[in-house]
């Protein structure tokens, strides 16, 4: 696996990440995201479905929320979740947590950390870690980590012990690795851990780069643990401490506003859950990045930046989209930290419409008016707001094709902008241009 | 005495529906081959979006949508006619809707064959408060509680709305459970209201309306349903009022019975069916449509239909099982997913429901395409034979109806 940067503009890397795979044969352009899948699945879709797609992500993201409870089955089967999930020619990333759900706290030991399976708790030891790593056989995946470092309720000694124990982590991984005939070949990314406090973090960034890592990942900076400016600014000065040559993925971040603020500070990948969320809610993502025409002058009028406090506070169904609440202050956000801060998963962003909303029960048109996915080609708003509100399993089916499909195009435009100097208008276009839906 | 009297008012009536009827009905029955054993027959159905193949299972989309399956997949399957649902799709969005959209067709974007019942079916077995009078079907909406009466007027201007290739009259629909003076007020008022669907129909020469052959399990109401209703000039007929947890022995009597009397240039159209030893069966007696909830609802507990019964992919014994979910099917699902796949998606993803579903309506379809091309080749009482040897682990365990039906069309099993 090898980074290759063809430029980097203001703090931003654009690039190639090239030898992906066992043989070395696929390659994943960066700034990307990667394919979220459960359980070896894009969620609600078939392989045929999902491959109405073009442009898919090269890296399919396998989590052990998802499979830990199938290890029996793996361990017999001998060759791979990918090969049991009947997935071919992708390159296989395992992360320990599914990036869309949250687990329950206070089960980290010592020597344990859990993941949360259809079947409840299991704890994995490093042994077990490696066991499954293993049976599942990715092309790539992170050693153990212990990330519970909410701010907010955290304190700085547990967030000492978090970073302690993932290193240690991180040598008995690689120590087994090593050990291991099966994953001869495979990647490790180590995990950077720290929360909130700057020395942690670049304690653990440093000690990590020490270790003979493919590229690592930033861990603790998902959505809800964290406001997104203290989370820029742990972020710049985390990849300081990191080599330039190594891929750099970032856990638990997928709004658009994020992503671009994130790719700014130097991170190269996303994990691709954030689709499905919007999905889950009954939502489609509207938000522009065509920037062939000047945003300015697109009709977009003015209306304020997104920042943290675009998370919009009132019921989604209540909510008119694309208003922003200038009126909160945005002190609150950030004392919301904590387990109280999990609603904003839930909640809609001003990057997507609520298609259960009685204005589209009689809307005719597209959910993107020139999008090419599958849904947009062959089905109307109205449609989709019918089987939202008939509870159909087809909303679910074409909402994930259409946010899926926009959500890499907006991957592939930013890396379009940054190819061609166009960040800022990109930017501005994204922020701007907001659910006009 | 009474025959020819009879027989002058079946002139009479004939005659001024033929007048009133005056476009030709936009469906073709080109009868391919007849089995010279049974009753069953291969034909080629031509509605106004594609021709379909009978003997045919068409999947139920109830409310424009085939359970989380695209049209492209469901065509792909080789779907060429599905169901709507008129109850469910005029409260949810109404017809008003669907017809901007144009039509079921282009509000689903499904590009071959539709077949909508009238809602009257619906509204009895899932409405508390509905109450039957001459006028209609009078019932609560379950939405906002208002009164509404489904007439046969009414029903027919929905799926006109709608735009189905294939319309159902309303009928009076009793319980096949039920017997008495009910059951022959029922049938004498389906014939009524028959007419009144006949006259209601905007679209002639677009839609096609279908009579439903009522009269409970009585022979008698039946064969006087049966003389009444095909005296009306409509382009195809269905058997109704059965699979509603009679007796199998009552069942496939009162479906040979229908057969034998309906008219050997229009479909026929055998309501509720699908299950796979009832359809060979009914094929046998003579039936060219089926349609059914079944295939589609039990795959979303797990349940995938093989030629040898079902399994329950969500059992532990598949856990670690490497085959398909039967090895000789070309679905989809089954060409790329081991049982052991499945049973793990199981508890993570709805796609594991999709999948089965695909497999289903795979299976429906097939079975019915291999039906249909040993009826061609001339070999369908040994298809059935072997069907049944596939089915059941001994012939002990044939079920007796089954065994009795395909004797009176000189289908003898070991
Ligand atoms: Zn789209
Ligand atoms: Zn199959």
Known sequence: MKLELSRVVQGCRLGVLTGLGRAGQHSLEVPGCLLYTRCGSVPHLTQDTLHTLKNLPSVTQLTLDTLAEHQEVLEEFKEGAGKFAGLHDTVLYCSLHDPATSSPTGHITNKTVSVWGSGGRIALSVAKFMALQKAVRPDLYHSMADGETWPGNVSRKRVRKSVDRTLAHLDECLLLHHRTQELAGVEVLGVVEGGDVLEERVRSARETAKRPVGGFCLDGFHSAAMDQNLRTQLIATTVKELPEDKPRLLQGVGRPDHVLSCVEVGVDLFEGFFPFQVTERGCALIFAFDIATDPEAAGTGPQAPPTARCVPEAPVDSRIVGELDDDKPEADVVENNGPGYQEDQTKMTPFEINLKDKRYRDDFGPLVEGCGCYCCRNHQRAYLHHLLMTNELLAGVLLMLHNTAHYCAFFTALRVALASDRLEHLKKRVLMGQARG | ?414
């Open chain 2, 1 to 414: 005495m009474a025959a020819p009297i009879l027989r002058e008012a079946e002139l009479d009536i004939g005659m001024s529906l033929k007048k009133a009827v005056s476009t030709v009905s936009p469906l073709a029955l080109r009868i391919l081959a007849e089995c010279p054993v049974t009753k069953a027959r291969a034909c080629d159905l031509t509605l106004p979006h594609c021709t379909v193949n009978t003997p045919v299972f068409m999947p139920v989309g109830t409310q424009g949508t085939m359970k989380g399956i695209t049209v492209d997949q469901l065509d792909e399957l080789g779907c060429q006619i599905c169901l709507g649902n008129t109850y469910h799709l005029g409260m949810r969005p109404g017809p008003e809707l669907i017809e901007k959209a144009n039509g079921l067709h282009g509000f689903m974007n499904w590009k071959r064959n539709l077949l909508t019942d009238s809602g009257g079916f619906q509204m009895v077995s899932l409405v508390e408060l509905s109450e039957v009078t001459e006028e209609g079907v009078k019932f609560k909406s379950p939405y906002d509680g208002k009164e509404i009466l489904l007439s046969p007027e009414q029903s027919i201007a929905i799926q006109n709305s709608l735009g189905s290739d294939i319309m159902m009259q309303l009928d009076d629909v009793v319980s096949s459970t039920v017997s008495g003076p009910r059951v022959e007020e029922a049938m004498w008022r389906s014939i009524r209201w028959l007419d009144r669907c006949i006259g209601a129909n905007k679209n002639p020469d677009r839609q096609n309306l279908f009579a439903i052959i009522q009269g409970g399990l009585s022979a008698e109401l039946r064969k006087t349903c049966l003389d009444e209703m095909t005296k009306r000039d409509v382009p195809g007929f269905a058997i109704g009022g059965l699979s509603g947890g009679e007796e199998k022995d009552d069942f496939w009597r009162m479906v040979t019975l229908s057969t034998d009397h309906l008219p050997r240039q229009k479909p026929r159209y055998l309501m509720g069916v699908g299950y796979a030893v009832d359809l060979v069966v009914c094929v046998a007696l003579g039936c060219d449509m089926f349609d059914c909830v079944f295939p589609t609802r039990t795959a979303r507990f797990g349940s995938a239909l093989v030629p040898w019964g079902s399994l329950t992919i969500t059992k532990k014994q598949f856990a670690k099982d490497p085959q398909p979910i039967d090895p000789d099917c070309q679905c989809p699902t089954c060409l790329r997913h081991s049982r052991a796949y499945l049973h793990a998606l199981f508890k993570s993803d709805t796609a594991a429901m999709h999948h089965i579903t695909i497999h289903n309506i795979s299976y429906q379809l097939t079975l019915m395409r291999s039906v249909r091309q040993s009826i061609i080749d001339g070999c369908f009482p040994d298809f059935v034979r072997t069907f049944m040897k596939r089915m059941f682990p001994s012939p002990e365990q044939y079920p007796s109806w089954a065994v009795d039906a395909l004797a009176t069309v000189s289908i003898t099993l070991e």
